[in-house]
Structures are given as structure tokens and as C-alpha cells.
């Protein structure tokens, strides 16, 4: 009679720590910026990041092969800001001037058009694929930096959203890290 009494708890346990094990894992529970490949749900890549965080996408300008700099910001409600853009000379693709609020200066040899707020929930983007030398740069004052080439081929192309993960995805995805 013991043995059929102790079954229960036994069951009972086991259930529990399954299900305690389940909510772990799918549960989200860190904020990322995703680099979705393609148009899917597939993560190829991640950045943990926080609101108010800023972070930028740098990449060779294909004609003129100067850096053009696009710098955002996560915002509470999970979107991404872009509050900048500079770059060195004017070609096809490149703003000429600002709009509404924004403020079109020339500093240090480089044309900005800052104070700039537009909001995007998701951005396309390409890795180089002639001139592959896209880079991601984030943390106060950029601290950190990688090329996008480390993780991804060239020509490679990303749908970029800022979204709740799992620790789930957080395990199997990879973590962009300098």
C-alpha cells in the first residue's frame, strides 16, 4: 500500500518539474535586437539590448567607398529610432538635406543630419555583398564593434526587429559579442 501512495508524489513531481522546465525555456524573457534571416522567423542573430539603448549600422557606400553612419536608439515600446545619419560625400541614395526638426550640419569633414525621429518597426537590411564591410557598433560612446562578415556571408539579408526571446532561442541563436 505505500508503494501505490509514494506513485503520486513521484508523478506529481515530475509533472511539476516539467512544467517549471517548460516555462523556463518559453517564457521570453530578454529584449534582443533579432537579425531575422530573410523574411522568416529564424533568428541567425542577436543583440541583447535594453529600451533607450543606442546602437548603429555602418556600411561602405558602394559608389564613393566612404563610410556612411546610421545611428538609432530602442524605444519603449520595442521599435527602433533613427536620431542620425552621416556620411562624406553626396550619391545616388544619400539624403541632400533635412526635413521637419532635423538639423543638416557639416563637422570634422562629414555632412549629419541629426535630431532626426523617425520610427521603424522592422528594418531591412543586406550585408555588402561588392563592398562587404557592414558593421553593427553599440553601447555608450560605441564601445563595441563587429562586422557583420563574422557572423553572416556576404549578400546575406536580415529583417531587424527588437522583440522578447526565450531562453530558448537565447540557447540556440547566436549572440552578437565583441
Keep these: 500500500m ?3 501512495a509514494r506513485k503520486p508524489w513521484g508523478f506529481m513531481l515530475i509533472f511539476l518539474a516539467s512544467i517549471t522546465l517548460l516555462i523556463t525555456l518559453l517564457v521570453p524573457f530578454q529584449t534582443a535586437l533579432i537579425f531575422y534571416k530573410e523574411n522568416t522567423n529564424r533568428i541567425e542573430m542577436f543583440l541583447p ?23 538609432y536608439e530602442i524605444t519603449d515600446k520595442k521599435t527602433i529610432r533613427q536620431t542620425e545619419i552621416s556620411f562624406e560625400e553626396f550619391a545616388i541614395g544619400m539624403p541632400s538635406n533635412a526635413q521637419g526638426d532635423e538639423q543638416f550640419t557639416y ?52 529583417t531587424l526587429k527588437v522583440e522578447d526571446i526565450t531562453l530558448w532561442q537565447y540557447l540556440k541563436g547566436v549572440e552578437i559579442h565583441e
Excluded: C
Design 2 to 4: 505505500k508503494a501505490l
Design 49 to 71: 539590448v535594453e529600451e533607450g539603448d543606442p546602437f548603429q549600422l555602418i556600411f561602405t557606400h558602394s559608389i564613393h567607398l566612404t563610410d556612411v553612419v546610421e545611428k
Design 107 to 158: 563637422e570634422d569633414g562629414k555632412y549629419h543630419i541629426k535630431n532626426i525621429n523617425q520610427t521603424f518597426d522592422q528594418i531591412k537590411l543586406r550585408n555588402g555583398k561588392v563592398v562587404s564591410e557592414n558593421r553593427l557598433v553599440w553601447g555608450d560612446g560605441a564601445h563595441y564593434r563587429v562586422y557583420l562578415n563574422d557572423y553572416v556571408e556576404p549578400g546575406a539579408w536580415f
